[in-house]
């Protein structure tokens, strides 16, 4: 295929030339990673690079990087390797000869310490630079190893701080080592942000005032950031929240069920920090959920189904969409099988890899099940449908925005509709709340846990 880039594709491929660390806040759909490739083919044409590392989420990994390099005629000279699979598998492919060698981030750790710091190669792309925004996360600690033997650093992103502006520090010290934001997460906190704790310990951060304008000067000469609706006429994106009524008797059994649990809850974990609370937090909130879904999880893992409401509300979507495919996002494991039992008779698949995902743009999968941590990111999704179902939102608003975007991108055909299965009265409501909030995962548990324990215990 003959690649036409648009403007603002080539405003993107000379910011990498020209700048060799830099970050590319481009929106979903703005075609991150065909302007990279190319990019990256005339450094390489230019002698200005010679072995390119890419770290991607997994399933990105996988597929897209590969699949991209294959589809466009001029970059059909670019060999691209994927250092995946077995470690032996790596040592093979990273032992071959190849411009681009792609890896998962979960791989990252092991690469670095396999090359003891000091990495093989000239540039490297961080393929949602997001996945580092944790400076306490091993993976960064890795990365702050590596950066100082690349030459070029080249990050991506669509939505560089869904969380709010703290996490910028981590992906800033990615691209230019603390220059601008500063050498330290501590620092860069006390300049620029109130800080609020609870037993000393810090549960929030609110950017001081004029503050956001501040950081955003200082990052600006090596960002560049895009929004789709300035620069493509996508189809409109339609959310329904759909409300699911649980019987009378169903609904007595989740309102004696949460709280059981929350007192269970505060009892074993009440006097607990703030950091801690919340990840105890989650444990409560999932098991909540799953009873909204419809079954549960016992100690032995063992699962009980508790209702079947969700799973006709979603049968009756899948009805109406009159032979259209619908992709949809589960929360649980448990969820799958009662999904595809509900729907027998129609061409349910589980997405593993790129099987699926040929099958599903090829308009060979009717209801595609998937979980938003493996589809969020990078997947071209568009051609096999434009209908949308969370089973259960969760509350990760930036695996939310990111997961719809698989089907709310360039070449979409159709308006994109939504839907969002809430069970009535239950922690549903405050999960899809939460994702409309905008704050931090760890806060809305936090407020979430606060709401249900003033509900239950007065």
Same mark, same amino acid.
């Given at each position: ?43 390489? %044409? %230019?002698?200005?690079? @010679?072995?390119? *590392? ?23 000279? *670019? ?6 699979? @077995? ?39 961080? %393929? ?15 990365? $702050? ?21 703290? %996490? ?26 109130? +800080? ?7 549960? $929030? ?6 503050? !956001? ?66 990840? @105890? ?13 419809? =079954? ?8 009980? /189904? ?34 595809? =039992? $509900? ?31 493996? +589809? ?52 549903? /409501?405050?999960? @899809? ?13 936090? !407020? ?11």
């Amino acid at each position: 295929m003959i690649y036409k880039p648009y403007e603002y594709q080539r405003i993107a491929m000379r910011w990498i030339i020209e700048k060799p660390h830099c970050g590319l806040f481009l929106d979903m759909g703005l075609g991150k990673t065909v302007s990279t490739l190319t990019a990256v083919q005339q450094l390489i %044409d %230019d002698c200005e690079i @010679s072995r390119v *590392l890419v770290v991607a989420p997994k399933k990105v990994a996988e597929t897209t990087w590969s699949t991209e390099a294959q589809k466009w005629d001029h970059l059909r000279g *670019l060999k691209v390797v994927k250092v995946l699979g @077995s470690e032996k598998q790596r040592c093979l492919t990273l032992n071959e000869k190849a411009d681009v060698y792609v890896t998962g981030r979960d791989n990252f750790v092991w690469l670095v310490g396999k090359y003891g710091g000091q990495l093989p190669f000239d540039a490297l792309v961080i %393929d949602e630079l997001t996945s580092f925004k944790s400076s306490k996360s091993q993976r960064f600690k890795a990365m $702050r190893i590596a950066l100082p033997s690349v030459k070029r650093v080249i990050g991506l992103t669509g939505t560089p701080a869904p969380n709010g502006l703290i %996490d910028l520090w981590a992906q800033m010290y990615c691209l230019d080592q603390g220059e601008r934001l500063g050498k330290s997460i501590s620092r860069y906190r006390e300049a620029y942000f109130e +800080t609020h704790k609870w037993n000393n310990v810090i549960v $929030r951060c609110d950017v001081k005032k004029g503050c !956001d304008e501040i950081i955003r000067n200082k990052i600006a000469d090596i960002c560049l950031s895009m929004q789709a609706r300035d620069y493509l006429q996508l189809p409109a994106m339609i959310t329904h929240q759909v409300e699911v009524e649980l019987s009378s008797r169903t609904m007595a059994a989740y309102t004696k069920f949460e709280k059981d649990k929350v007192l269970e809850f505060k009892a074993e974990h009440g006097d607990e920090p703030a950091n801690i609370l919340a990840n @105890s937090a989650a444990g409560l909130m999932n098991k909540l959920s799953q009873f909204a879904n419809g =079954a549960i999880y016992d100690e032995d893992m063992q699962v009980h /189904e508790v209702h079947g409401e969700k799973l006709d509300r979603l049968a009756e979507i899948v009805e109406a969409a009159n032979g259209s495919s619908v992709l949809v996002f589960y929360q649980y494991k448990h969820d799958i099988p009662r999904i595809m =039992a $509900r729907l027998k008779g129609y061409k349910v698949r589980t997405y593993k890899g790129p099987a699926e995902l040929d099958d599903w743009n090829a308009g060979k999968i009717d209801v595609l099940l998937t979980h938003p941590a493996s +589809t969020a990111y990078g997947l071209n999704m568009q051609q096999g449908g434009h209908y949308i179902v969370w089973f259960g939102t969760g509350w990760n608003l930036e695996h939310y925005q990111q997961a719809n975007a698989r089907l709310h991108r360039q070449g979409q055909q159709y308006p994109v509709t939504v839907y969002k299965l809430v069970c009535k009265g239950t922690v549903d /409501e405050r999960a @899809s709340a939460a994702l409309e909030g905008k704050k931090g995962v760890q806060q809305n548990l936090l !407020d979430s846990l606060n709401y249900l324990i003033r509900k239950h215990c007065g």
